[in-house]
């Protein structure tokens, strides 16, 4: 798929595959280890803490300023920069221009530091199945859709990198979904190939129906809606319209930067 793509566009696939399946399973190895020791025992309580810690410490990162939320001006190469990075084109920020799926996991996050240090494993459990493992993917869905939006109207900018590469990622966290879903989400964003409207309308409707699929926990509504390449309003939520923010002046990629080591 790399044929004819600029190295520009090659930068941005290797961040956003850095960014997202290496940042996304560290994260999730470490969370699930801590929920399995508090489940079987296997270790003491505080092994478990510490594997939490370790798992929110990825999701996070050590790269996103000192105030509250994070830097907005160098958001990171975390999965929680990413959100920060991308919301304001979904609606999905909070009044601090943070990201509400980074305040609703942060929440989240401390719940389950409070079920582990009171050894209430079944707590810790319910709220990483429901909560946490859900919507750790929503940044990564987002910026398939911002970078393909993107890719459409520049087609020779570096956003095709990033729509392939959290594609990508998607496609390896989601490995149960239908071949037809999987052949259209890889057609739709090939890296090096010319981006034409199509391209961006079967991007939604792939993930549309990736998130329709029963296996898949994934709130819509926590997406949000964005703008397509014609500043139309675009969601993936079926049977269910959600208003995109009102056009702003374009911005950079989340990725469009010159690639650097994950925090």
């Keep these: 798929p790399f044929a004819t793509a600029t190295d520009t566009q090659r930068e941005a696939y290797l961040d956003a595959v850095l960014r997202g399946m290496i940042m996304y399973i560290a ?16 270790g003491p309580i505080e092994d478990a ?7 929110v410490g990825y999701y996070i990162g050590s790269t996103e300023g000192d105030h509250v939320g994070g830097s907005k001006d160098t958001p990171g190469e975390s999965l929680f920069g990413l959100a920060n990075a991308v919301c304001e084109h ?30 209430d494993a079944s707590a810790a459990q319910q709220t990483y199945s429901s909560v946490v493992r859900p919507n750790l993917v929503i940044p990564l869905i987002q910026g398939v859709l911002d ?27 989601y490995d149960n ?11 739709s964003v090939q890296a090096g190939t010319s981006v034409t409207t199509a391209n961006v309308d079967n991007t939604f409707v792939a993930l ?10 994934t709130d819509c509504a926590e997406i949000g809606g964005t703008r397509g390449v014609n500043d139309e309003s675009r969601d993936i939520c079926q049977g269910t319209t959600i208003v995109a923010p009102e056009p702003s002046a374009p911005t950079p990629a989340p990725n469009s930067v010159a690639a650097g080591t994950p925090a």
Excluded: H
Aim: net charge negative.
């Design 27 to 42: 994260t999730t190895n470490e969370m699930e280890a801590a929920i399995n020791v508090a489940v079987d025992g296997s």
């Design 49 to 55: 803490q510490k594997l939490w810690d370790s798992g």
């Design 90 to 119: 979904f609606g999905t920020c909070t009044s601090d221009n943070v990201a509400n799926v980074n305040g609703e996991l942060l929440n989240a996050f401390e719940s389950i530091k409070t079920a582990l240090q009171n050894s």
């Design 147 to 173: 970078s393909i939006v993107e890719a459409g109207k520049d087609p020779n900018g570096p956003f095709i990198g990033d729509a392939f590469g959290y594609s990508r990622v998607l496609l390896a966290i």
């Design 177 to 187: 979904i239908s071949p037809s879903d999987v052949a259209s989400l890889e057609q």
């Design 208 to 217: 549309q129906n990736i998130l329709q699929n029963a296996a898949v926990a």
